[in-house]
């Protein structure tokens, strides 16, 4: 069966400093990625997707990247975080059909 | 761009008792995908119940039903013989049928009362 992790599961930073949070995906294969974060009170808001190893999509300009160096990682960092950054990130996966499957998320704390 | 409104931040219902969540949403588009997750305290999302916009049947999960009226644009989440582990923070999501992008509302939080 397919699992999804993520980690750290919770993070604190200082402003300005780097960050990186990862994703894998097991009992799959070439499966379609997402971040998502969601911030205090609101809903998930897709941050990137990719396809396939190397290809990623943003959707919302920011100071974050996210990078795919495997078929099943998927990572997101930030070279300087913002207070802005702070929220509970989701790292998603899907194959073929419509259905997403999500990890059990990251509570980043930028102070 | 597709939008998904969920106007009531917060809800209560007697446990065994029948709730219901609204939600609508907004697209040009003909061919997509309706979803209700659920979001308990563990923050793990939980896929509830998915429609798809070609259906005109309601898609219905044991206690979990939606009322999808594509006219309206409306997607409602009906909850069945409430049980307290039904409390959660629920989300409403938009998928376009020519990608696989989820929209979600901002949420609505559901306790259950014993």
């Known amino acids: 069966s397919q699992t999804i992790h993520q980690w750290p599961a919770t993070l604190v930073q200082p402003v300005g400093s780097p960050l990186s949070l990862e994703c894998t995906v097991e009992?799959?294969?070439?499966?379609?990625l997402y971040w998502y974060r969601q911030a205090a009170g609101r809903g998930l808001q897709l941050l990137f997707y990719?396809?396939?190893?190397?290809?990623i999509s943003s959707e919302v300009p920011q100071n974050l990247s996210a990078s795919r160096p495997q078929d099943r990682q998927f990572i997101l960092s930030s070279k300087k975080l913002l207070l802005s950054d702070s929220g509970f990130y989701l790292c998603?996966?899907?194959?073929?059909?419509?259905?997403?499957?999500f990890g059990p998320g990251t509570r980043l704390t930028v102070l | 761009a597709q939008t998904v409104t969920q106007s009531q931040p917060e809800m209560s219902v007697q446990e065994a008792e029948t709730v219901t969540l609204s939600c609508t949403y907004d697209t040009s588009e003909s061919d997509y995908y309706l979803f209700w997750y659920k979001q308990p305290p563990s923050r793990q999302m939980i896929l509830v119940i998915r429609q798809e916009a070609y259906k005109q049947q309601n898609a219905t999960e044991n206690r979990f039903s939606v009322n999808f009226q594509k006219a309206a644009k409306s997607f409602s989440l009906k909850i069945s013989d409430s049980q307290l582990g039904d409390a959660a923070m629920y989300f409403c999501?938009?998928?376009?049928?020519?990608?696989?992008?989820?929209?979600f509302g901002k949420g609505i939080t559901l306790s259950v009362r014993p």
């Open positions: 999501a938009y998928m376009d049928g020519a990608n696989s992008k989820l929209t």
């Open positions: 009992g799959t294969s070439n499966p379609n």
């Open positions: 990719s396809v396939g190893i190397g290809q």
């Open positions: 998603a996966w899907g194959d073929s059909g419509i259905e997403q499957f």
